[in-house]
C-alpha cells in the first residue's frame, strides 16, 4: 500500500539530494575551517590575476608619458604605492570572502542538518510500518 | 477586474507549473537570440557569425545549456566579432571580462544573466527597469553585473560609433588607441552617473521590498522610480552629461510599467519550480512530480469558513 506521508517526505528528501547536492558537498567533504581557507586561497588567487591585469592595463594607458618621462620616474616609490593599493585591496577582498564563505558553510550545515532529521523520520516510519506490517500478518 | 486579474494570475500559475518544461528553453532561446542580434547589429563585422542560420543554431544550442554557459556563448561571440574590427579593442574587453568573473563570479557564482540582460535593456531603451527588477528579485550584490553590464553596452556603442577610426590600421598609434578606448570608458561621466543612478535604486528597491508593510512591492517599485528620475535630473546638471529627455521619460514610464507587470504576473508565479524527482523503497518505484502549491487561494477559503462558523454558532 502508498503511503503518502512516505512519499511526501522522500520527495523532500529527493529534491534536496537534487538541488542541493552543492551544499551536501560542503558539509560533507570539509570542515568549516579547511572549506575557509581553501576558498579564501582561491580568492585570494583571483584577486592577485585580477591586480597583475589591471597594473598591466594601466601601465599601457599610461604607456606615452611613462616613456616619455622614464628617466625623472621614481621606480621605488611606485613599487610601494603599487604594494600598499594591492595590500589594502587584497584585505578587503579576503575579509568579504571570509564573511561570505563562513554564511555560505552555516546555511549549508543547517540545511543538511534539516536532511538528516528527515533520514531519521523515514527510518522511523520503516520501524512502524513493519510493525504494523507484521500485525496484519498475523491477524 | 481584479478578480479576473487574479483568476488569470492563477491560470498563468498552472500553465508554468505544466509546461516549464518547455518554457524554460524558450526563454533560454530567446535571451540568447536577443543577446546576439544585438551583438550583431551593434559591431556586426565577422560575416559567418551574422549568418542568421548560425545565429539560430548557437541559440538553439543555448536553450538547452545552463545560463552561465550562455553569457560565456556570447562574450567568445563578442571577442570574435572585435576581433575582426582591431585586436586593441579584443585585449580591453576580455581583459575586462575576466577582470570580472575572476573577481565576482570567483566568489558568487550564478546570477550572469544579468549581464546579457541589462545591454538588452539598454537596446530596447529601457534600461531603467534593470535597477528596479534587481532590487525586486535579486539581492545587493546584483549591483556589480548590472555595472559591468552597462560598460560593456558603452564599450560596444564607443566601438559602433568610431569605428574607422578603430579599424584602419596605421591611422593612430596602436597604445594611443588602447587609451582612447580606455579614456572612451573612464571620461565618460553617463557611465559614472548611471552605475550611481542603477546602485542607488537597487538598494533603495531592495531595502523598500523587505519592509513588513502592505503593498511592500509596489511601494518599493514607485519610490524606486523617483529616487531613480531624481537622481538622473541631478546627475543630469551637475555631470553636465545630456539626457535625451524624451527618450528618457519614454523609458522610465516604460519601465515602471514593466516592473508592475513583471511583479503582478512573473514573481506572483510561484518561482520554487516543478520539482521532477525519482526514488524507490522495497516495494516501488516512485516518479514524483512535485507543484508547488498556489498560495493565493488560501485566503479566500478562509473567509469562506469564518462565515460558516458564524451561521452555526447563531443556529
Redesign the interface.
Known sequence: M?NID??KL??N???YE??DAQNNRIVNTFFKNDYISY?MI??FI??T??FL??VV?YF?????DIVEEIQNLDFINMGIMLAVIYLITLSL?LT??YL??DKRYNTAKKNFKSYQLGLKRLNRTYELSSKTGDGKKEE | MVMNLLVFKERLKSFYAKYEIYLTPLGKFLLAAASFLLINQMIGYKDILKNPLVVIGLSILCAFIPGSAIVFMAALYLLIHLYTISLEITIIAAALMLLMFLLYYGIKPGNSIILILTPIAFAFKVPYVIPLCMGLTGSISAIIPVSFGIIMYYLLSYVKQNLNQLASPGSVLEISRYSQIIDSIIKNKMILLLILAFSITTIAVYILRRLKIDYAWSIAICIGAIVEISILLIGDFVFAVSIPMGEFLFGMLASILIAFIIQFFVFAVDYTRTEYTQFEDDEYYYYVKAVPKIVVTTPQVTVRRFTSKKKKNKG
Open positions: 502508498l512516505k512519499i522522500m520527495t528528501l529527493a529534491i537534487g538541488q576558498n582561491k580568492a583571483n584577486l590575476v585580477s591585469i589591471f592595463m599601457i594607458y599610461n604607456a606615452e577582498y568579504i570572502s561570505l564563505y
